[in-house]
């Protein structure tokens, strides 16, 4: 099983600040990774798909990179409504994983 | 518009069986692999079983721990996903939330709690 490491777990900003999440893989998984946002009482919200493409609807300012083990997402200014947990899976190999989650605090 | 509505979760007594289904509506479900992923209360995402195409074959997976417990189907025919889980253990309980497997489409999830 492909386990994914997040860092940091916790990433306290404040609004307009960029935000540089990380996600490493135990092995390679190409470029099929992707991120998920995920607010309190909600569903996982798909941002980003094969590790760098936006997913329809998402603003311009959350972009994604990284191949084989190491991926990022970066949010360049944030918004209130980003603040949230935020979570890479790969869909490489079954079973898919998640990473443990990192939580984008405001400051 | 895109929905996806998961019904059945309950509370069930440890040993028992519960079967959760996906009702899906503004996509080719049939075109669609599905899946089903879990959440335990206050925790991280697990995805538990995926279900291809009957055009890929139909073909299911399922993560280790529920192996031999749970089953995933689909009825085509009332783009419906279904999933059947047998001898539930208290460390199943969390909210199970169906998908497509590319993660565009997520429902809203159904609580199944395991206690006695």
């Known amino acids: 099983e492909i386990v994914l490491t997040q860092s940091p777990a916790t990433l306290s900003l404040s609004p307009g600040e960029r935000a540089t999440l990380s996600c490493r893989a135990s092995?390679?998984?190409?470029?099929?990774l992707v991120w998920y946002q995920q607010k309190p009482g909600q569903a996982p919200r798909l941002l980003i798909s094969d590790a760098s493409n936006r997913a329809a609807g998402i603003p311009a300012r959350f972009s994604g990179s990284g191949s084989g083990t190491d991926f990022t997402l970066t949010i360049s200014s944030l918004e209130p409504e980003d603040f949230a947990i935020y979570y890479c899976q790969q869909r490489s190999n079954w079973p898919y994983t998640f990473g443990q989650g990192t939580k984008l605090e405001i400051k | 518009e895109v929905q996806l509505v998961e019904s059945g979760g309950d509370l069930v007594k440890p040993g028992g069986s519960l079967r959760l289904s996906c009702a899906v509506s503004?996509?080719?479900?049939?075109?669609?692999?599905m899946g089903w992923v879990r959440q335990a209360p206050g925790k991280g995402l697990e995805w538990i079983g995926l279900?291809?195409?009957?055009?890929?074959?139909?073909?299911?997976a399922y993560a280790a721990p529920v192996t031999g417990r749970f089953t995933v189907s689909r009825d085509d025919s009332k783009s419906t996903l279904y999933l059947q889980m047998n001898s539930l253990k208290t460390e199943d309980t969390a909210l199970y939330y169906c998908?497509?497997?590319?993660?565009?489409?997520w429902g809203q999830g159904t609580l199944v709690t395991v206690s006695s």
């Open positions: 279900i291809t195409s009957k055009a890929d074959g139909g073909t299911t």
């Open positions: 503004g996509f080719t479900f049939s075109n669609a692999h």
């Open positions: 998908a497509t497997t590319g993660g565009s489409h």
């Open positions: 092995q390679t998984v190409s470029s099929h």
